[in-house]
């Protein structure tokens, strides 16, 4: 795992530059862009298929905590990350503290539906800023989980500064047990690295 990830990033072009990435002529997704994201820690790569459809993938990794104390207190906190036995509350045998990085893999199909409609109020569509559905999967390896569903998205970018927020809800599986309906709520700060 941590070889593919390494593989990756080493493939990934870490050229940060402000003219590189600014087009204001643009009225289409297009080129290749690299994101680093900072609140849920990830890589990711956009690619332009057509005027308005783009890919989206991503590697990073979520995070969970959970602790059962003596006194029957249970609580957990998960960060970007949805697991079958949350709802679990004992009995234990003893107190126990857990801490764990749930590595995922992320892929999506975007449809952004008002790029013209933003550039022709004179705002900006750099580097895809814009609103967009999209196809959401989403697999974390570790745990063998999966969640599909459709989202609403919005994505701004600032220079080398982007933002992004999926809204929706899906199926999410847990292996070989049963399946689930789940809400997503993705929220992405970061860096856009580069655009080709």
Known sequence: MKFIIYLFLLSVPFKISANNLQSNTLDSCDGIYTRLSFLIPGISIEKGLSNNFSFFGELGTGYSKREYTTNGDFCFFNLFYNNSDNNEVGPFTKPFKE?????????E?????????????????????????????????????????????????KNIFYFGLNLGGGVQFYGDAASKFSLLVDMKIGLLLSKN
């Open 99 to 107: 801490n764990k990085f749930h590595p995922f893999f992320k892929a």
């Open 109 to 157: 199909l975007r449809y952004y539906y008002i790029l013209n409609y933003r550039q022709d109020m004179g705002k900006s569509i750099d580097n895809n800023s814009g609103n967009y559905f999209s196809f959401y999967n989403l697999y974390y390896f570790m745990d063998n989980s999966y969640f599909i569903g459709p989202t609403w998205g919005i994505q701004r970018n």
